[in-house]
């Protein structure tokens, strides 16, 4: 007779950690401030941009920003996740999603997908300069719904691939400026404006190249319609 194995407790096996780093709530605003984790480990999911739904375990366009701590390179995997010993590096100052895991009983995880969402206006103080910027980048380049953008670029992508040529160029040329202006430094850019448009699209089947006039969009031969 085999015996189902019945999960009770964490067995540190790191793939919660490997799946990405959780988005903070109001109670992580103190490990922010306290300098635990400085805005350069964090980054920006814009109002639009797609991202796995917990609750209804579907890809859909987030309906308000988030803020979630960084992956490591171009993976997901929380930037302070430590593979050799399956460790987290910051475990007594871990933010409260990381806290109430428990993957063999989700309910508590669950109570919290969109509940008291940290912004990055909740996390920038009222004085700090690089505030009006986000407004400003927020004007001059919101995030479209990229639902509706996958749409149009699977039904017919050459209605709209000017246009959002047009717009991946505002959004670098924007970031650009400030960071010469400003002297950012580029770590903070995810935090301040989230992933440029370009690499959003390029999940599409966009294509990415330099021209003399900016960036150009091609959709790449296997993904036209
Ligand atoms: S909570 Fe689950 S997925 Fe995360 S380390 Fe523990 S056993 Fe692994
Ligand atoms: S902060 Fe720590 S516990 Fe939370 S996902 Fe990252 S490595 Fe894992």
């Not at 987030?62 to 997901?76: D, F, P």
């Not at 989700?106 to 008291?116: F, M, N, R, S, W």
């Not at 927020?138 to 717009?167: F, G, N, W, Y």
Request: glycine share 8%.
């Amino acid at each position: 007779m085999s015996m189902k194995f019945k999960q009770t407790e964490c067995l540190r096996c790191g793939i919660c950690c490997q799946k990405g780093g959780p988005a903070l709530h109001g109670q992580d605003l103190a490990l922010v401030r306290g300098g635990y984790l400085p805005m350069e480990n964090l980054i920006t999911i814009r109002r639009g941009e797609l991202a796995h739904n917990p609750l209804s375990g579907t890809i859909e366009p987030v309906l308000s920003e988030l803020v979630k701590i960084r992956g490591t390179g171009q993976e997901w995997c929380c930037c302070y996740y430590e593979p050799a010993s399956k460790g987290c590096s910051i475990y007594g100052n871990r933010p409260l999603a990381c806290g109430v895991l428990k993957c063999w009983q989700p309910e508590e995880t669950l109570a919290l997908v969109g509940q008291d969402l940290l912004s990055r206006l909740d996390i920038l103080e009222d004085d700090d300069p690089l505030r009006p910027l986000v407004h400003e980048h927020e004007q001059l380049c919101p995030c479209p719904d990229m639902r509706d953008v996958e749409k149009s670029l699977a039904e017919k992508a050459s209605t709209i691939l000017h246009s959002l040529e047009s717009q991946v160029n505002s959004d670098i040329a924007f970031r650009d400026w400030v960071v010469k202006e400003f002297n950012l430094p580029l770590d903070l850019e995810l935090f301040l404006f989230g992933r440029p448009l370009f690499q959003l699209l390029q999940a599409f089947g966009v294509h990415v190249s330099e021209s003399s006039q900016g960036l150009k969009l091609t959709m790449r031969i296997n993904s036209l319609k």
